[in-house]
Every structure is written in C-alpha cells, then in structure tokens.
C-alpha cells in the first residue's frame, strides 16, 4: 500500500483529503499543525500526530520515520501565527524564517517545499485528491446575481487577481465597484467582517486563484463558514473562480447561502 503524508492546517479540507486518500487506498501518516486541526482525520489516518507547524524538525523525523516520500500540505495556516507569538519556532525554523529575503506566502511555502525536498519528500498537489471539489463556471446558488452584483463581482475579480499577483492575498470585498477591503496577513473571514461593516450591507466577495498559482500549496478555498461571515455583516454574493477552487461541504454551503439569500457564482 503505497504511504502519503498529509500536512493538515485547520478547517474540514483536511479531512476531506484524508478521506479521499483512504478511498484511494492510501496509507495515510497525518499531522495536525496547528491547534485548529480537525481531530477526525485520525478516523481516516495509519497514524495522526499533532506537532506545531513551527516544529520543523519534528515534522521532518515524523515523516521521514514512518519511511514517506510523498506528501501533501492542506488547510489553513495563517501567517498570523508567525507574528502573534501563537507558535514558538525551533532552531530551524527561526534560522530558515531568519534567511528568507522577505515574508511573503508563497516565499514562507516555497521554504517548506524546499526543506521537504531536501528530505527527500516530494510535495504535490493540493487539488490531486479532491477535485470533485473543485466547481464549474456557473451559478452555484439559486438565485443568479444581480446586475448591480455581478458588476461588483466582475470589478473584484480584476482587482483580486492583482493582489494575488503581488502575493499580499486572494479576496476582495466591493460595493458599487467601490473595495471596501484588501486581504492580508488577517485572512478571508476578516477581510469580509471589515468590508461589509464598512459596506454597512449589500458587498460582494470575491476569492481567486494567484496568477502563478502553485497547487502545492494556497489554493483558495470556501465554504459554509466563508458564508456564515458574509451573513454576519450582510453581504450578498461571492464569486470564486472555476476550476480554480475548492469549495468544501458544497450541500451544506449551498443550503445556508440559498436560505440567507446569498448568491454564489464561478467566474
């Protein structure tokens, strides 16, 4: 049975990726790295350890013990982490963060993938498993957009597109082709709660692939919580980009969209 290591920040993607790892007759060896990390990938795992995502030595012995040569790094790990104290880095990590010539995501993943080679583990594709999550162009919600949301979607894809292209983040929250907010180091959930207070009702959301986007690692991805928010500060529409990004929990996303009245396309 061929063995697959799986990297899991927060939120349910893990554990659908273990799943679907298992389905496909993977042994899978899982670390949760951050405190976030859903306990039920153990239901799918050989093996499942929590060790700080700032335990790179540990992650590294973990991994290369259990005789892997494959994995895969899925889930949310902000690089808030990093600044908040929330995580003590080892000597490693801190001597490796020190050396980076800036703190940009894809530089900090680039790092990982870098070190996981040196190990001898190949780092591939966050979409290889799960592409069934991954939706079509078209309107996933009942209702289709309206005019005045579809101009403001179209609007925050051109812009989202470039904040992706300057590594600074992948969502967008606009109101009347006004944006309302930028994502950064808070992430998307806070990028929405800002915007659509400052938007007082009616943004429209807007998350996207990078231009060079590597799969490895940073696909965006949404699902019923990123709606749960948007219903919080009132906004309305959310585009993502088709074939591009995973949506996860799809019936339960769409169910709670559909009954806050909230319209969900892919661009």
Known sequence: ???????????????????AAKQLGYEVYAVGLVPESDPQIADFAKDYQKISVGHLDGILHYLKSNNLNKVTMIGKVTKELLFSGKIQP???????????????????????????????????????LIR????????????????????????????????????????VVVKNRAVMA??????TDECIRRGGK???????????????????????TVGKRTVEVMAEVGATALAVEADKTLLVDRAGTVAFADEKGITIIAM
Request: charged share 30%; proline share 5%; glycine share 8%.
């Open 198 to 220: 400052l938007a007082n009702g009616g943004a429209a959301v807007t998350k996207v692939s990078k231009p060079n986007q590597d799969n490895r690692f940073d696909v965006p």
């Open 90 to 128: 080892d000597r490693k990590m801190l001597e490796l963060i020190m050396s980076l010539p800036d703190r940009s995501d894809n530089t900090i993943m680039m790092m990982f993938v870098r070190e996981l080679a040196k190990a001898g583990l190949q780092t591939f594709d966050q979409t290889a």
């Open 182 to 187: 930028l994502e950064a180091i808070e992430g």
């Open 132 to 171: 069934k999550l991954v939706p079509r162009r078209g309107t996933i919600t009942n209702r289709e957009p309206s005019t005045t949301e579809r101009q403001d979607l179209e609007f925050g894809f051109r812009i989202a597109k470039e904040l992706g292209r300057l590594d600074i983040g992948q969502t």
């Open 1 to 19: 049975m061929e063995k697959l290591g799986l990297l899991a920040g927060a939120g349910k993607l893990p554990v659908e990726c273990a799943r």
